[in-house]
């Protein structure tokens, strides 16, 4: 523009010229000119015609060149207060032009940059210096190079430079020119940085797909799938650690075309290790432009160990984490969809309790007890095999049931239960006679829902109870509301305790070959004033249960040894008197105290007191021998009631002070009805008298069981044959005879 506009001056210059020059010819020589007048008058306007056209021309173009300049300054008043510097070096000239903004990135004079033309390169970080190897052997070649560079500004800043250098060359091939676009990238570097270090670091696994290969992946990523090293994984396909229908399932949901690109998706997997392991692995994922190409990102953690919780909890939820076995909830249940599947067929809900589980707990303490349940578990799934589902309610208390089945089925596996417990169960080398009584209830007749099935064969095994435990009992209506009679009994008994409702019955124990009176058992009876007679085997499980044995206890301690003191004044010296005695009142630590000042007080000597213990007491031996003698030293004499039906062999007895075993009514019973059982009882008298025991048979009802007993030496029997349990006057008029007939 600057050359067009010097040739139009140019040229304006000559027009103006030859004008003058024709003008001056014209006054020296105007002959010459009247010649050439009409050309002369032609020249003259074209002359002034071209002059005006030349001096338009002319304003035009310094207007348009002050808008250059203007548009110039305007450039560079932008780059000036851009975060950018321009570098031009031409190399022909060895012309240097730096634009200002060179002093905001660099924090160095314009200048400074001319006077020193390494300065550019003496500022950066010399650790990044490795950069401009590279870039000079690029730009050599003709590339444009752009590098990332640090730079230490004089007051210690440290900028992130990025240099986009742009070579010129002419058509020889001569480098001739050299631009350099420099900006300041500090901020961006750093974010770039700080993301980088936080996906580095992130103990969550985050990595980048792209067409179904792994272009990306963190520390944390490699870690989880058990690779060494991130080369291992990248360029790998993604279906090598994901099931393929997983990786299928994340592209179709992440590329769906209905979503928006921002949306999150999440997964739950399990992912192959390179170990062949499987993990739970949870996973967010979603499309993000990587490299200029559309990726998923995805972003997950190891979920292993809360899954394993997860399961736990869920396991919790259903089974019985003590024996693993399905429990309450679990039960229910599958009660209830069985009843909803097989609306129309029948099935059996088994309720079972274990006898005298309670004592176990309470004497070897729980871990024992816990053993036991187990294998009290292992049983009842042995005996109901595949016929039926084994649950427990908790405590002792377990619930089977079994599906399509009759009352006959129903009653064989019931049998098999029985038999399962037939032999003990050994803990800690010791042996435990566990028995179960178990309640049946049938659906449809003993209840249509899950609720009073179970509450029908809950009433059952109470019954089962009542008819000395280690049975089954079928549910009938006449059994409804036992729960409720148990909670009516308790108040009851309380009330029986102040209102004097009971009493003792005395029955004697003759020596079976004098006919004499050797003893007398107190039991304890309770008439009701509404309901009448309630038997011992009803109301004294229950005190034991509630703890109300321990003070009715004290109080038939206290009346029978008030009673026998007032026999001995009457003069009935020879015999002692016999009290049962529950495991509760031996656990009170009091026991012993009790019985010494009672027998102060009652003016009883020791000699005369005859404690009928169990043999639940010896689940306890080391504390049991404790008490016991204490109490033998104390003079009271200790006899083992129902001997045959617990726990205790004799052989542990012997290591014991005491003076007497009772074999247990059952045994006696078996005299006559089976020959084998009479061999039982035999056993029990030989062993007893070797071990230097008085042995007593109980619930003598026959001539027969009588003769059996003393053709075997037994010495001493009780029983309805003699005498049933008599009120205090009746035993008096007994005592009176002194003695019955033998034969
Ligand atoms: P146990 O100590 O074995 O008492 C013997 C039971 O057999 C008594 O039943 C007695 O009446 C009964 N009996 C005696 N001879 C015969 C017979 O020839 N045939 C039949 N069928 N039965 C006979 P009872 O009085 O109903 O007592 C039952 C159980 O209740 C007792 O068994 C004992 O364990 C407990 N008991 C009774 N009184 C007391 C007591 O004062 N304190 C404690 N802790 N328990 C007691
Ligand atoms: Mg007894
Ligand atoms: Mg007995």
């Known amino acids: 523009m600057k050359l067009k506009r010097s040739l139009y001056r140019f040229l304006l210059i000559l027009i103006v010229g030859i004008f003058v020059l024709i003008q001056v010819i014209d006054f020296f020589n105007p002959e010459f000119y009247h010649s050439f007048e009409i050309v002369s008058n032609i020249v003259s306007i074209v002359t002034f015609a071209a002059l005006g056209f030349l001096f338009f021309l002319i304003k035009e173009f310094d207007k348009k060149a002050d808008e250059y300049t203007k548009d110039q300054q305007k450039m560079k008043n932008i780059f000036d207060t851009l975060d950018v510097a321009i570098w031009s070096h031409d190399l022909k000239t060895d012309t240097l032009l730096i634009t200002p903004g060179i002093e905001k990135l660099y924090g160095r004079k314009l200048e400074s940059f001319y006077e020193d033309s390494n300065l550019w ?86 990595a980048v797909v792209h067409d179904g290969r792994i272009e990306y992946i963190n520390e944390a990523g490699c870690k989880l799938i058990g690779a060494e090293s991130q080369e291992q994984v990248i360029g790998q396909s993604a279906k090598n650690y994901v099931p393929a229908q997983i990786t299928d399932l994340i592209k179709s949901k992440v590329f ?13 997997f399990q992912v192959r290790r390179t170990d062949g392991e499987s993990i739970d692995v949870e996973l967010a994922a979603r499309a993000i432009l990587y490299e200029g190409r559309f990726a998923i990102q995805v972003v997950g953690r190891d979920i292993t160990q809360r899954k394993k919780s997860e399961q736990t909890i869920k396991f919790m939820a259903f089974y019985d984490t003590l024996t693993m076995l399905p429990n309450r909830n679990q039960f229910r249940k599958h009660l209830n969809e069985i009843l909803h599947r097989q609306e129309h067929k029948k099935h059996a809900v088994l309720f079972l309790d274990l006898d005298r589980f309670k004592i176990i707990n309470d004497t070897k303490g729980h871990s024992v007890g816990d053993i036991i349940l187990q294998k009290v578990a292992d049983r009842l799934e042995k005996a109901v095999q595949n016929e039926g589902l084994v649950s427990r309610q908790g405590g002792d208390e377990f619930i089977i049931v079994l599906e399509d089945v009759n009352k006959e089925k129903a009653s064989q596996v019931a049998k098999r239960i029985l038999n399962e417990f037939s032999y003990p169960f ?85 020596d079976l070959c004098t006919g004499n009176i050797v003893g007398v058992e107190a039991l304890i009876r309770w008439n009701h004033p509404e309901y009448g007679y309630i038997a011992p085997s009803e109301f004294i499980p229950l005190a034991e249960e509630t703890g109300l044995i321990v003070p009715l206890g004290k109080w038939i301690l206290r009346e029978a040894c008030e009673r026998r003191k007032a026999w001995k004044d009457e003069g009935y010296e020879d015999f002692p008197i016999a009290v049962n005695v529950s495991v509760r009142q031996f656990q009170d630590e009091h026991f012993i105290r009790f019985i010494t000042e009672m027998l102060e007080e009652a003016g009883l000597e020791a000699n005369y007191l005859e404690l009928e213990i169990t043999e639940s007491l010896m689940q306890n031996l080391e504390n049991s021998t404790i008490i016991l003698n204490q109490l033998k030293e104390l003079g009271v004499l200790l006899s083992v009631d129902d001997f045959g039906t617990g726990y205790s062999s004799l052989s542990y007895l012997k290591h ?81 005879k002194g003695s019955v007939p033998i034969f």
């Open 121 to 206: 390169k003496e500022v950066i970080y010399p650790g990044d210096l490795y950069v401009l190897e590279e870039r000079e052997k690029k730009l050599a070649a003709g590339e444009t190079v752009t590098s990332h560079y640090r730079i230490i500004r004089p007051d210690g800043e440290v900028r992130w430079i990025q240099d986009r250098g742009i070579p010129t060359f002419d058509s020889k091939g001569d480098f001739v020119d050299f631009n350099s676009v420099l900006f300041d990238i500090t901020d961006r570097k750093e974010s770039e940085g700080l993301y980088q270090s936080i996906v580095e670091m992130s103990p969550d696994i985050i």
């Open 256 to 268: 769906s075309p209905d979503k928006s690109e921002k949306e999150r998706h999440t997964f739950e």
């Open 656 to 736: 014991l002070p005491i003076d007497k075993i009772k074999i247990d009514k059952s045994f006696v019973d078996d005299i006559i009805y089976h020959s084998n059982q009479g061999m039982m009882v035999k056993t029990i008298i030989d062993m007893g008298v070797n071990l230097k025991f008085t042995v007593i048979a109980e619930g003598i009802e026959t001539e027969e069981q009588v003769k059996f007993l003393t053709q075997n030496a037994c010495q001493i029997g009780q029983g309805y044959y003699y005498s049933k349990p008599l009120p205090a006057h009746k035993l008096e008029e007994f005592l009176l």
């Open 426 to 510: 050994e803990v800690n080398s010791e042996e435990f006679f566990v028995t179960p009584s178990i309640g049946i209830s049938i659906y449809p007749m003993d209840g249509s829902d899950e609720e009073t099935l179970i509450k029908n064969a809950d009433t059952a095994m109470y019954q089962a109870k009542e008819h000395g435990k280690n049975n089954y009992q079928f549910y009938s209506n006449n059994l409804d509301g036992i729960s409720t009679w148990k909670m009516k009994l308790e108040n009851w008994l309380r009330r029986a305790m102040e209102q004097n409702q009971l009493t003792l019955h005395y029955q004697p124990q003759l």
